[in-house]
């Protein structure tokens, strides 16, 4: 067997605590008054609305307006695209065009304290910023807005001398427009001229030639178009170019379906579960089921950052009943992958062979194993999140809550199958062979072998 370094198990094991810590109770220090926040821990993460509840509103247009069914479509493009880049899954987002409404019904923020929905539903309900930029970067010079886009719309035509017809979005600009665009296409032939809807790039055509029409297509060569993104990116466009801006027709609180302590249930139910996985792992497995334990701590924390957003420049995930579902099942496939491997050397300790031999036989013949079931769960996962995602591809046929809900199954299922791979498999197959060079640990007896004669 090769040998791993005997300090590899502590600084291995160090790292994992450290996580550990972090990912739970987060790191944040005090500026006067102020809270500064460096490391998102668990009071980060964002909770559905099943657990902390939320808000529901009613929008409508402003000042009267009688909107097209095409606009209408535009304004629940905008509200699905800031909920997503919030990493707000567990929303719901119903359209009315007959009546002109948009009812969303949406979690709280991880740091509202005061729930006043009013306040939450403001940035839902303030104008989008399209905003046509030099380049791919944000900081790209500003040649124009969606105040210049007079409309965007999905058509199916041949384009750029492409001999198959082809989805593309066809754009008409005001006469104010029209100039500002012509200048820009002048200046950027061959190079690209992104589209930004608020902080988020949703389109990044290259320029071919100049415009000087007043009219512009954006086709994809190398990614051609489908019917449906073409539909949805000429929506976000016209979102942003909407010639009225939103009012609130209704709003109000929605209380958590478990009830108000459910949330604390579950956390001395995880703390308890985790003693109990400690006892069992080490009373049945011994030193290899220590071991499998704290690597079982780092798949953990891996799933906790996952939804924590753990570092600050990335959002907090809407963790749901569901979602916790997802994670304590993956934390099963962890347990079990573990059971595994200590019983495959157990039992080729059993045979009387050298302790090193029968922890590379007992790791090397269980991996093949633990493989196997990951990867189908991986694969169920992914396909839970293409379906059921922030698109709500099904949502027509199971409901916009439904759809939410299996993608924070599907996400936290496949995050901590992941971290098992990483922690599960690796961090302790690697711990297990260092802290197997120490000599005091080195009697078979503490990897379940038969005493020593």
Do not use: Y
């Given at each position: 067997m090769k040998r791993v370094g005997k300090p590899v198990f502590f600084i291995v094991f160090a790292v994992i605590l450290l996580l550990t810590y972090t990912s739970v109770f987060g790191v944040y220090s005090e500026n006067g008054d102020l809270t500064v926040t460096h490391i998102k821990g668990i009071n980060d993460i964002r909770w559905g609305i099943d657990i902390n509840g939320g808000v529901e509103a009613v929008f409508a247009p402003a000042d009267g307006i009688d909107a097209t069914e095409e606009q209408m479509q535009s304004v629940k493009a905008i509200i699905d695209l800031r909920l997503v880049n919030q990493n707000v899954t567990d929303y719901e987002l119903y359209p009315d065009y007959t009546n002109d409404r948009i009812t969303v019904r949406f979690p709280w923020k991880s740091d509202e304290e005061n729930y006043d929905p009013g306040e939450a539903i403001k940035e839902l309900a303030s104008t989008a910023q399209l905003v046509f930029r030099e380049g791919t970067e944000q900081t790209g010079t500003e040649l124009l807005t969606g105040k210049e886009v007079k409309s965007a719309s999905a058509k199916y035509m041949q384009a750029n001398g492409s001999q198959k017809a082809q989805y593309i979005i066809d754009l008409e600009f005001t006469d104010e427009g029209k100039k500002k665009f012509a200048d820009a296409t002048k200046n950027n032939i061959g190079k690209q001229i992104s589209i930004w809807m608020d902080d988020t790039m949703i389109s990044a055509p290259k320029v071919n030639e100049a415009i000087t029409d007043g009219n512009a297509m954006i086709s994809s060569n190398d990614n051609p178009f489908t019917a449906e993104s073409a539909t949805e990116l000429a929506n976000k466009i016209n979102a942003g170019a909407l010639p009225f801006s939103l009012k609130v027709e209704s709003y109000g609180t929605i209380s958590p379906s478990l009830g108000t302590y459910a949330l604390q249930a579950m956390g001395i139910a995880a703390v308890a579960a985790l003693c109990f996985i400690f006892l069992f792992m080490c009373i049945v497995y011994r030193l290899p089921g220590f071991v499998a334990f704290i690597a079982l701590l780092g798949q953990l924390s891996l799933s906790i950052m996952a939804v924590s957003g753990y570092f600050t420049v990335f959002p907090s995930f809407t963790m749901t009943i569901p979602g916790i579902a997802g994670m304590i099942l993956s934390i099963g496939m962890g347990v079990d992958a573990n059971i595994i491997t200590?019983?495959?050397?157990?039992?080729?300790?059993?045979?009387?062979?050298?302790?090193?031999?029968?922890?590379?036989?007992?790791?090397?013949?269980?991996?093949?194993?633990?493989?196997?079931?990951?990867?189908?769960?991986?694969?169920?996962?992914?396909?839970?999140?293409?379906?059921?995602?922030?698109?709500?591809?099904?949502s027509a046929l199971f409901g916009v809550s439904t759809t939410g809900l299996i993608y924070a199954f599907g996400y936290t299922l496949l995050v901590g199958v992941i971290s098992n791979f990483i922690m599960g498999v690796w961090a302790s197959r690697t711990m297990l062979r260092s802290v197997s060079g120490l000599k005091f640990l080195r009697n078979k007896r503490l990897y379940g072998g038969k005493k020593k004669s």
């Open positions: 200590a019983e495959r050397i157990k039992d080729e300790l059993w045979t009387g062979k050298t302790l090193d031999g029968c922890i590379q036989n007992g790791t090397k013949g269980s991996l093949s194993a633990i493989i196997d079931g990951n990867i189908t769960i991986i694969i169920v996962a992914v396909i839970l999140i293409l379906v059921f995602g922030p698109a709500n591809i099904f």
